[in-house]
């Protein structure tokens, strides 16, 4: 199993960012994927969740109406679209197959002016 997030970097308050990780070596439409942030000095926290399907989505109560957890199960890929950043938002962001250990090395998000 092999997950590998991308689409990390700086950005300034109010702008946008789309992460994408890639699965691999396991059948990616069987399984709901999430993604989970870290920032220094705080827990892991839940970013969003999606099912195997795509058909529902969860939020963590910080990110609704601002971040959107899609999936494309052709191309083995869960994507996370964020929307008016804020410097809170700084973190390591993780990918994971749910019911699993298995976590991507994450991409670090940063925003500031």
């Known amino acids: 199993v092999q997950l590998v997030e991308s689409g990390g970097g700086l950005v300034q308050p109010g702008g946008s960012l789309r992460l994408s990780c890639a699965a691999s070596?396991?059948?990616?439409?069987?399984?709901?994927m999430g993604w989970f942030r870290q920032a220094p000095g705080k827990e892991r926290e839940l970013v969003a969740t999606?099912?195997?399907?795509?058909?529902?989505?969860n939020y963590g109560d910080s990110m609704k109406g601002r971040f959107t957890i899609s999936r494309d199960n052709a191309k083995k890929t869960v994507y996370l679209q964020m929307n008016s950043l804020k410097p809170e938002d700084t973190a390591v962001y993780y990918c994971?197959?749910?019911?699993?250990?298995?976590w991507g090395q994450g991409t670090q998000v940063t925003v500031s002016s």
């Open positions: 994971k197959r749910l019911g699993s250990t298995y």
């Open positions: 070596g396991f059948t990616f439409s069987s399984f709901s």
């Open positions: 999606i099912t195997s399907s795509g058909g529902s989505t």
